[in-house]
């Protein structure tokens, strides 16, 4: 099994470097059958990565651990659904991830050459061949994942614990799925240079990589902070860990290019900023696998026993400098439109949102690479960590919400002053009620807290007012229904509507980061048993100690009767769990969640057998909005992913290219 | 002798109780907002790269120990930063402490980016707005026309977008 898995990889590296030649000479001498064969090249390279990750997930099912990567993340008392995802628990597994969702994607993308010969398609299909031969070398030479031991131990070492949580199943995946998706537009931008072919025609035919990229992105990012928050134990969902800034960085710049080729498919402008845009989302999605990989960076997702770094840091720069490079070449035929009618327009809000959206990135990476800055040029090491993302983040991500509730109020092309008197005066002044109120409410306390609730309101008015506008306008237009005007509204304007629809779960995410950030209270104390303890309206009364048997471990948990305003709502079951397979125990979490805020406990420790324990008590209110907002996010993501009428920007005419 | 040893044990229950009193007293008295809020600005200091507040390790929990006691002592909040740095480098702190010219870049580097954006934003939008101007210079138009049409090109945009 090993032996065919090894030669998959290899024969698929083969495969992806005949078939880059085939395509460039097939395309060079305008040869189909050249590139055809090509095609067919890419197709095996597909089968070949799906075949090897096939027999890596069977080695994981069958407990072959004479296959080392095998033996270091699974053993047989491992539940099974953490047997098939520890195919990606490790450094050499997660790059065989990568590697197979790029095949497929490369083989999609190939597929589309089926009917028509397109110099444009086979040109992105080359350059995502070349990215292919670098993650198939790696494979095959330095990350070999079916490298075996000689002989075969009887259990593996396991899978660490804290990647047996089911944020752990989806997390990667979905983070990967988006990071591979960047590479689509990317390798299509890179055609679009390479034969010229500079108009919008990349940008429509990737639009729905973009945003299928886009929602994955934020559902991998998501789903990190979910798990952090149930699994790591510190009350929190994000760290501002140099890796979880990799992944946001790239999310930051394919939101802003998401939102700036709408004013390339409009107006023909922004052609350089865009294919710029593209070029650093794709360099930060291989900048985050290089800081997995490099161990620069202390960090809980990295991959400590790596020499992969180095290669990651070569290829970025080989991709910065050919891009750039290609771009700059290109320069005269990037030359746009240079027409604005007004400063006050949606276009021109577009433009904002993206100067806060990379400012973002900006910021971020900045923040990332800073202590390596410093080390280098002052010999001095410093951190940076929360609060300074907190700072520097906290007006960018008020910024973007503003642009949020502004852009559905100012019109294309141009507002006027009576559109501007008319859309904005009603928000405005709601929005001061709604502020007046809720800084009394917080007792004229944390008035930066009470201007971010603010601007959450004005954001969430103005964009469910977009809804019923549309809807009334509709239905009075058609006769129909209100409710059916809007069902039918969104649907034919998927692409819209689904935009919208993100916004909304982008504010109710803000509403909660403000929340769990501003009031967040906690305690930790030392209970004996029939203590209580109490932390806001609730009192918590510890019962005792108690243990849970699990599959392959054993689980204590501290018994502990909630009450809130005197009246019993749960028992919380905060627990140690002792793994078969590590020494030191892990914590699982018990959170009480309501739309108001959560109870999170966390067993900290005990004594004398459980007559005492420590015990971390946080309240985090409205943490569960931050949820609410993820689930509503990715709906409105997969609205303006969903294909048919209604998923175009407008009905100018799909233009096929061909040559 | 039995007196003496009586004695003896009564001081030093007295003594221990006192102890206890002024101990507790002075547990009372630490400002534990003062303390989560330092605690929130530094970093644990064994490499594990989390930064006070969340880390649980033996590292973490000696260095609460350390700023309690300084607390106790009546040390300041940067008098304790100040000692800290003094122990650990500026690594402890959580966020670049300004105090180094150098650390300003990454407080105002943000800013300043975006700010050097707005301005090219608005310079490219002073030129686009001026072309606009320029190639429609020969319309005669008035503003009410201006909004009528605008009114009438936003009811198109919006049945087909």
């Known amino acids: 099994m090993e032996v065919i898995g090894q030669l998959s990889i290899l024969l698929a590296f083969g495969f992806s470097i005949y078939a880059t030649i085939v395509y460039t000479v097939g395309i060079s001498r305008r040869n189909a059958a050249l590139i055809l064969s090509g095609r067919g090249a890419a197709f095996s390279v597909a089968f070949l990565v799906v075949l090897s990750s096939v027999l890596l997930w069977y080695g994981f099912l069958d407990g072959a651990y004479n296959i080392k990567y095998v033996y270091g993340y699974s053993s047989n008392d491992l539940p099974l659904i953490y047997k098939l995802t520890s195919f990606w628990a490790g450094n050499k597994g997660s790059l065989l991830l990568w590697e197979l969702l790029l095949a497929v994607y490369t083989a999609i993308i190939a597929l589309k050459l089926r009917k028509i010969y397109n110099k444009c398609i086979a040109n992105a299909t080359v350059v995502l061949l070349i990215i292919n031969i670098f993650f198939l070398g790696l494979l095959a030479f330095i990350a070999n994942p079916f490298e075996t031991y000689n002989f075969t131990p009887p259990d593996g070492s396991g899978l660490n614990p804290m990647l047996q949580n089911p944020g752990m199943v989806f997390h990667p995946l979905t983070l990967y799925l988006g990071y591979v998706g960047v590479s689509v537009p990317f390798a299509f931008a890179i055609s679009a240079l390479i034969t010229k072919r500079t108009d919008d025609w990349w940008i429509r035919n990737t639009r729905k990589w973009a945003v299928w990229a886009w929602v994955f992105l934020s559902l991998g990012n998501i789903l990190g902070g979910i798990w952090a928050y149930v699994e790591l134990g510190w009350g929190g969902y994000w760290a501002w860990d140099p890796v979880e800034n990799s992944s946001f960085i790239p999310w930051l710049i394919l939101t802003a290019y998401i939102h700036s080729v709408i004013i390339q498919e409009r107006k023909n402008m922004l052609k350089i900023w865009n294919v710029s845009l593209v070029i650093f989302a794709f360099l930060a999605t291989l900048f985050g696998t290089f800081l997995t990989r490099s161990g620069v960076f202390a960090s809980v997702h990295s991959f400590s026993d790596s020499p992969l770094g180095f290669y990651f840091l070569m290829f970025m720069f080989l991709v910065l400098i050919v891009s750039l490079g290609l771009m700059f070449s290109r320069i005269g035929h990037l030359t746009s439109g240079k027409e604005f009618e007004s400063y006050v327009s949606k276009e021109s809000s577009f433009l904002f949102n993206n100067l806060f959206l990379v400012g973002g990135a900006f910021a971020v990476f900045l923040g990332t690479v800073f202590p390596i800055i410093s080390e280098v040029l002052r010999g001095v090491k410093v951190s940076v960590s929360v609060p300074w993302y907190n700072q520097i983040m906290a007006p960018i991500l008020l910024g973007v919400v503003l642009l949020m509730g502004i852009c559905p109020l100012i019109a294309w092309h141009k507002s006027s002053k009576r559109n501007f008197k008319v859309n904005f005066l009603l928000p405005i002044i709601l929005s001061l009620i709604f502020f007046g109120v809720i800084f009394y409410m917080l007792k004229g306390e944390n008035l930066y807290a009470a201007i971010g609730f603010t601007i959450c309101f004005f954001a969430f008015f103005t964009t469910v007012q977009e809804f019923v506008k549309g809807m009334f306008a509709r239905s009075k237009i058609t006769g129909e229904m209100p409710l059916k005007s809007l069902v039918l509204m969104v649907m034919k304007n998927r692409r819209r509507y689904g935009g919208y629809v993100v916004h909304i779960g982008i504010i109710l995410i803000t509403f909660g980061i403000i929340g769990s950030q501003v009031f967040s209270q906690e305690m930790k104390t030392r209970l004996a048993v029939g203590q209580k303890a109490e932390i806001g309206n609730y009192e918590i009364l510890y019962k005792g100690l108690e243990k849970n048997e699990i599959q392959n471990g054993t689980a204590i948990y501290a018994n502990l009767a909630v009450f809130k305003n005197n009246k019993f709502i749960t028992t919380a079951k905060p627990e140690k769990v002792f793994y078969s397979n590590s020494e030191r125990p892990f914590s699982e979490v018990s959170i009480h969640s309501t739309l108001k805020e959560d109870l999170y406990i966390v067993l900290q420790s005990w004594l004398d057998g459980g007559r005492a324990a420590d015990l971390m008590f946080k309240i985090n209110p409205l943490v569960v909005w931050m949820w609410i907002g993820s689930f509503i996010l990715t709906v409105g993501g997969l609205l303006a992913l969903w294909p048919g009428k209604g998923s175009q920007l407008n009905p100018k005419m799909y233009e096929e290219v061909s040559s | ?161």
Not at chain 2, 79 to 98: D, K, Q, T
Not at chain 2, 148 to 153: G, H, I, V
Request: glycine share 6%; proline share 2%.
């Open chain 2, 1 to 161: 002798m039995n007196v003496v040893r009586k004695s003896s044990l009564i001081i030093l229950t007295v003594l221990f109780l006192l102890s206890l009193f002024y101990s507790v007293s002075y547990a009372e008295r630490l400002d534990m907002a003062l303390f989560k809020k330092i605690e929130a600005n530094l970093m644990c200091t064994d490499g594990c790269g989390m930064y006070l507040k969340t880390c649980e390790n033996a590292t973490a929990q000696k260095m609460r120990k350390d700023i309690i006691s300084m607390l106790t002592k009546g040390m300041s909040e940067n008098e304790i930063y100040g000692r800290m740095i003094s122990v650990y480098g500026e690594e402890v702190m959580a966020a670049p402490p300004v105090s180094s010219k150098f650390n300003i870049i990454a407080w105002a580097g943000p800013f300043v980016a975006i700010i050097i954006g707005f301005i090219v934003i608005y310079l490219c939008l002073d030129r686009w707005i001026f072309n606009s101007r320029k190639k429609g210079a020969g319309a005669d138009i008035n503003e009410k026309e201006i909004e009528q049409y605008e009114d009438y090109l936003n009811e198109e945009i919006k049945k087909h977008y």
